[in-house]
């Protein structure tokens, strides 16, 4: 008789505790650190056992909950289909699995229709990310603009990044700059920090192309923020272990004395590099740089 694949044997055993009762509609099912534990897998088994319970409409993904039981297929519709309810089944699929697992398709089947039927709600593919995206820009108000630009610039910037946080498809949804998204909550957004810089004298050029600029700079770690988290479920390993695996293939590199500068760093006190620590640093040497451009001194 041929073993079931690892992540298929944890589905089994989680489908068991929901169909015993041992797990009710909206408990939290174990999540996958709590999978790598109790089962003592990889990252990368734990996560396609959670996907596979999604695919199968087992469960769901809780925007700031985690993943849930969801209800049983024979219980009656919580609310009849509508566009609201597209987008927000459509926010819980690419939250869990990122926007390349985004398809008409995949939504009609958890929300338990034809695709058909979405198009009756939503034109496409296109239109149904414009929808989320605005959604998501939406669910945090950015409050009043403060009186001095580099407060509001650095509110601004954290504000995206957190927003990039929550939802770390939305770094690909915004990628484009010349071909941007017509969401109203994302040009709010650019309306806020135009507002932050009204009482400049940056001309309106210079303006827009601050708020790009910016703009730019937390898409780019916010990509990096979500490359990292994808390697880390691929290969199962946390970033320490990986540095740990990798370290002799470059020791072995620097050994030869190639590189006296890069290998300078590891002399002295220990460097560790944090995307966190990383971003911080950047905005601030971003804003320098408007500062300069406004002829004032580093805050």
């Known amino acids: 008789m041929t073993t079931p694949p690892p992540y298929l044997a944890i589905a089994a055993e989680i489908r068991r505790r929901v169909q015993a009762g041992e797990l009710s509609p909206g408990d939290r099912?174990?999540?996958?650190?709590?999978?790598?534990?109790?089962?003592?897998?990889?990252?990368?088994?734990?996560?396609?056992?959670?996907?596979?319970?999604?695919?199968?409409?087992?469960?769901?993904?809780?925007?700031?909950?985690?993943?849930?039981?969801?209800?049983?297929?024979?219980?009656?519709?919580?609310?009849?289909?509508?566009?609201?309810?597209?987008?927000?089944?459509?926010?819980?699929?690419?939250?869990?699995?990122?926007?390349?697992?985004?398809?008409?398709?995949?939504?009609?089947?958890?929300?338990?229709?034809?695709?058909?039927?979405?198009?009756?709600?939503?034109?496409?593919?296109?239109?149904?990310?414009?929808?989320?995206?605005?959604?998501?820009?939406?669910?945090?108000?950015?409050?009043?603009?403060?009186?001095?630009?580099?407060?509001?610039?650095?509110?601004?910037?954290?504000?995206?990044?957190?927003?990039?946080?929550?939802?770390?498809?939305?770094?690909?949804?915004?990628?484009?700059?010349?071909?941007?998204?017509?969401?109203?909550?994302?040009?709010?957004?650019?309306?806020?920090?135009?507002?932050?810089?009204?009482?400049?004298?940056?001309?309106?050029?210079e303006k827009i192309h601050t708020h790009l600029v910016i703009f730019a700079y937390v898409q780019g770690v916010a990509m990096a923020d979500d490359l990292e988290e994808q390697a880390r479920q691929d290969s199962g390993i946390s970033d320490g272990e990986w540095m740990e695996r990798n370290e002799p293939r470059y020791d072995a590199i620097s050994g030869g004395g190639a590189y006296p500068l890069l290998s300078s760093l590891s002399e002295g006190e220990e460097f560790e590099l944090d995307l966190g620590t990383l971003f911080e640093f950047g905005l601030r040497r971003t804003l320098d740089g408007v500062a300069a451009m406004i002829d004032e001194t580093s805050g």
Not at 36 to 50: N, P, Y
Not at 99 to 110: D, Y
Not at 127 to 150: K, N, Q
Request: proline share 7%; aromatic share 6%.
């Open 29 to 205: 099912v174990p999540s996958t650190r709590a999978i790598t534990r109790e089962w003592g897998v990889a990252m990368a088994t734990a996560t396609k056992a959670l996907a596979a319970l999604r695919q199968e409409g087992l469960v769901r993904v809780e925007p700031g909950v985690g993943t849930v039981v969801a209800r049983s297929a024979s219980a009656p519709a919580a609310e009849p289909l509508s566009r609201d309810r597209i987008v927000r089944a459509a926010l819980e699929l690419a939250d869990a699995e990122g926007l390349s697992a985004l398809s008409m398709r995949r939504i009609a089947t958890g929300l338990g229709t034809s695709t058909m039927a979405l198009y009756r709600h939503v034109s496409g593919k296109g239109e149904l990310v414009r929808l989320m995206t605005d959604a998501v820009c939406g669910e945090v108000p950015l409050g009043p603009v403060p009186p001095h630009w580099r407060t509001g610039l650095e509110h601004a910037a954290r504000w995206l990044r957190a927003v990039y946080a929550r939802h770390r498809w939305m770094a690909h949804a915004m990628a484009s700059f010349t071909r941007p998204i017509a969401s109203p909550n994302a040009m709010a957004y650019t309306e806020w920090v135009l507002g932050a810089l009204r009482g400049t004298p940056l001309t309106p050029f």
